[in-house]
């Protein structure tokens, strides 16, 4: 019997309605991507990470990532730094936004984060790693979660010797990438590890990496024992994949519905961030909704060339017109406007 992707868990207080968990990803999990996963079935979803370092000097972008909507819930913010202290002032401001849980990030691998000591890096120093978690978890009264890697090199076992630790830190949950921060994102997740981790503490592991389909779901789920899946890449500019995932949608969409969505998602985003801001941000978004065979590729480059949003949104209605219909129907179906837990004003995201 395959496993119920329907099922509920919690993480320590916060109950989750579906072991479908959409993931961090940092310049995507804006609050437009978050609310469209939430709409196709993730069970949780999570911000992209932000600096602590950021909020604790009351950087105004980075507070912008503490726009959280009710129709969010439950969502988890994703904190990155390496300074116990700064972490746990980050964690508070995190918890007074309205965030369900605080996600902290040992698993980046990109090297403006690692220099600093932040990210993967902290697997190869577990006792800072522990001294973070220890003092987040001491900061707020929201559960803790850690999101890591295996380790900083390929064949690295450091996820199974931080982990146990850092539950016994106070994190109430781990989420596990089980590819190097060498691999970046090449190669394949290594869910093998996984399963150990699963074996080795008493709180529940969300599987992350390679997660694009409902099979693959359910045979890691099945294989690895763990309690639920983090999907990534494969939600970009897709939320079908999230939907067939969480088994609510089947089948390829049609091109108004693929251009209605998109339509969607760049009104929200230039509520959430302006139109100035926006606009760049829209642009790489663009291929992954077009993508999958879905429209010629030259139309994706036309749409990044042309100068406003205005012209793109013309540009779409163009050739999918009846996607008009459709977008209001999505409109229709959406929660009430006033639902900003922490009432930030656009100008804060956007810088103007």
Sequence with gaps: MAPDLHAHWSIGSVEIPGRLVLAPMAGVSVQAFRRQGRRYGAGLVCSEMVSCAG???????????LRIGRDEEPLAVQIFGAEPNVMAEAARMVEDAGADLVDINFGCPVRKV??????????????RACAIVEAVANAVDVPVSVKMRRGLENGSRAA????????????????????????????????????ELVDLVDVPVVASGDVDSRARAEQILETTGCTAVMVGRAA????????????????????????????????????????????????????WYLGH????????????????????????LQVAPRACDVLERLKTALPAADNVVLDLPVSIYAGG
């Design 55 to 65: 909020l604790s000097h009351g950087n105004e972008r980075t507070l912008g990532y």
């Design 293 to 316: 065979g879905r429209f010629p590729k030259p139309f994706k480059q036309e749409l990044v060339q042309l100068g406003t949003l205005a012209e793109v949104e013309q540009r779409l």
């Design 160 to 195: 199974l010797h931080v982990g146990p630790k850092l539950v016994e830190a106070g994190a109430a949950s781990l989420t596990l990438h089980p590819r190097s921060a060498r691999q970046m994102y090449t190669g394949t997740a290594d869910h093998a590890l996984t399963a």
């Design 114 to 127: 690692t220099k600093t000591g932040a990210g993967a890096t902290l697997l190869d120093d577990p006792d």
């Design 236 to 287: 970009q500019g897709n939320p079908w994949a999230l939907g067939e995932i969480a088994g609510r949608t089947e089948g390829k969409p049609s091109k108004d519905e693929v251009v209605a969505e998109l339509l969607l998602f760049v009104h929200d985003t230039v509520e959430e961030m302006g139109e100035q801001r926006a606009t760049g941000f829209l642009k790489k978004f663009y291929g």
